[in-house]
C-alpha cells in the first residue's frame, strides 16, 4: 500500500465522519456553526462539499487527477477553516485539525503530482 493510498484513505475517512456531522446538524456542529457564525443551513452545505470531497477522495484511487482535484480543493477548504478559527480569535490549539488536514492534502498533491 502506498503512502498517498493511506493518505486518501485518511482523509475519506476524516471527511465522511466531519461531513455527516455537518449535512446531519449534530448538536455539536450546531454549536460550532454557531461559534463560527455560520447559519446552520450553510453548515450543512459544506458537511454535503466535505461528502462529496470524500467520496472524490475515494474515486481518486483509480482516477489520479480527481484525486489531485479533490485533494486541492480540501486544502483550500482548511485554508478557509484557518480563517474561520482566526475570525473566531480561537486558542492555537483549536487550529490544529484544520492544519494536519492542510498539509495531509498537499502531501497527496505532492505525491500525485511526482509518480
Do not use: C, N, W
Not at 38 to 54: K, N, S, W, Y
Request: zero cysteines; a positive charge.
Amino acid at each position: 500500500m502506498s503512502l498517498a493510498t493511506i493518505i486518501t484513505a485518511l482523509l475519506v475517512l476524516l471527511f465522511i465522519v466531519t461531513g455527516a456531522s455537518k449535512a446531519l446538524a449534530t448538536s455539536r456542529s450546531r454549536t460550532d456553526a454557531e461559534h463560527f457564525a455560520i447559519p446552520v443551513h450553510r453548515f450543512r452545505l459544506l458537511g454535503l462539499f466535505e461528502l462529496a470531497l470524500a467520496a472524490a477522495l475515494a474515486i481518486g484511487v483509480v482516477v489520479p487527477p480527481l484525486s489531485a482535484v479533490a485533494a486541492t480543493a480540501a486544502a483550500t477548504l482548511m485554508v478557509a477553516a484557518l480563517i474561520y478559527h482566526r475570525l473566531a480569535h480561537d486558542q492555537a490549539s483549536a487550529y490544529l485539525p484544520a492544519v494536519v488536514t492542510f498539509v495531509a492534502s498537499v502531501a497527496l498533491v505532492t505525491l500525485i503530482a511526482t509518480s
